[in-house]
């Protein structure tokens, strides 16, 4: 490699860290040498898809990014698996050391380390049988109870644990999901969406402990998960029990740094720490009090950190609204903002069908959307995340604005009363 050119190293092989190092060659391909640690012996993939391998829907293979030549066509050295993870930043003298005593001298340092699965604090964690669902040995782990097991628990209502419990279903699996709430998809949906959801979701044969406490696991004699124990006394019988509680930020490495971290590892607007040379991507940081779990903002971070990184600019960083998906066939739904609208100062526009399985939401406040709650019918979610982010005043589109845009462009009839 070419010695005049800076040198980057990257921490971490994920989505948020290559984004960044795919920005970064459109913009500057001679200016960095790259070297990149991965803790998992592949190429790029697409997590926020381990789902759809999970249910049948795609290989592994079909959700790889970049596989491991794309690193040696674009000059990136590639230390990958295990052993080539990074277990010490020594930011005194640029370096970063590997498991295997592998080092690596840096002028720039991009930490993209990502997120941890959050593992619930309950006797009988640790038992045979008791897993996250984070990464590829996960979903292979699961795959292989499909087929030789009957009987799944999933921990968690929420985006992941719904996509687990659907894909485990799929596989042939008797699957209960328990959820510490009495509505599923709590900090994405309202009560009526969460409702509509989880009736859909029983109709495809998947069970649901509402608003339950998971007192223990119980194991076999073999230490094997064989049923969870509710704080209730009942129990329910269990060959794979799944956490999807959440995550949060991997950022052991950087404060062992002496980086300053709090809910994760703190950034400017330029993604940079508080050392200079230092930068952070993705689910590891925190941006101005906020973490993030989402694609869509990690992709806008990994721009500017690229555009600071390459000089071509002071782009910054500003968080907005995200919106969520839930990636289950045949399910449509999406929600942005403040979806509740529980502020005094708040009106809501809704619509509902249910013979077509529809419910709409629109939360307003000074005559701009603030959040949207769409089921069923999720045609017009990019408009209305559209309008939220821009501020747009709708005063004049007001009356026709929960049937959409192309209702209110005069192509498309109302599909029934709104209320």
């Known amino acids: 490699m070419n010695s005049k050119k800076q040198r980057l190293v990257v921490i971490g092989n994920g989505m948020a860290g290559m984004k960044t190092v795919e920005e970064l060659l459109s913009a500057a391909p001679d200016q960095y040498e790259i070297t990149v640690f991965g803790a998992e012996p592949y190429g790029n993939y697409n997590r926020i898809l381990l789902s759809s391998v999970l249910c049948g829907e795609k290989t592994i293979e079909e959700i790889v990014i970049n596989d491991r030549q794309w690193y040696a066509d674009n000059g990136i050295r590639l230390h990958a698996g295990p052993d080539k993870a990074v277990v010490r930043i020594e930011r005194g003298l640029n370096r970063v050391y590997a498991k295997d005593g592998t080092c690596a001298e840096y002028d720039r340092l991009l930490i993209a380390t990502g997120s941890r699965p959050i593992i619930a604090d309950i006797p009988g964690n640790d038992l045979e049988g008791v897993i996250s669902f984070r990464d590829i040995v996960d979903v292979n782990t699961m795959l292989d109870y499909s087929r030789s097991r009957q009987r799944a628990v999933v921990l968690g209502g929420g985006l992941l644990g719904l996509e687990a419990a659907s894909g485990l279903a799929r596989r042939g699996m008797d699957v209960t999901v328990i959820h510490n709430c009495d509505v599923l998809l709590n900090r994405q949906m309202d009560r009526q969406a969460g409702e509509m959801l989880r009736m859909e979701l029983e109709r495809r044969g998947i069970g649901f402990r509402m608003a339950a406490k998971t007192e223990c696991l119980l194991g076999d004699d073999n230490g094997h998960v064989r049923a969870v124990l509710f704080a209730d006394g009942g129990e329910l019988p269990c060959d794979l029990f799944v956490m999807a509680i959440g995550v949060k930020p ?84 999406f929600s942005v903002g403040d979806f509740t ?72 009839p109302i599909l029934k009363e709104a209320c």
């Open 341 to 412: 609208g529980d502020d005094d100062s708040c009106d809501s526009i809704r619509f509902t069908n249910p013979e077509l399985g529809i419910y709409k939401k629109l939360v307003i406040d000074d005559n701009r959307i603030i959040g949207a709650v769409l089921y069923g019918d999720t045609v017009d979610a990019l408009w209305y995340q559209e309008l939220l982010e821009q501020q747009e005043n709708i005063a004049g589109i007001r009356d026709g604005l929960i049937f959409g845009k192309a209702y209110l462009d005069g192509n498309r």
């Open 250 to 333: 991997n950022m052991t490495l950087a404060r062992e740094a002496g980086l300053y971290c709090e809910r994760g590892i703190v950034v400017n607007d330029t993604l940079q720490t508080y050392d200079p040379s230092v930068y952070a991507v993705g689910e590891c940081i925190q941006h101005r009090g906020a973490t993030f779990g989402l694609v869509a903002p990690l992709f806008e971070q990994a721009k500017v950190c690229a555009n600071h990184l390459s000089a071509h600019g002071m782009a910054g960083y500003v968080t907005l609204p995200t919106s969520t998906k839930l990636k289950v066939t045949g399910i449509n739904l």
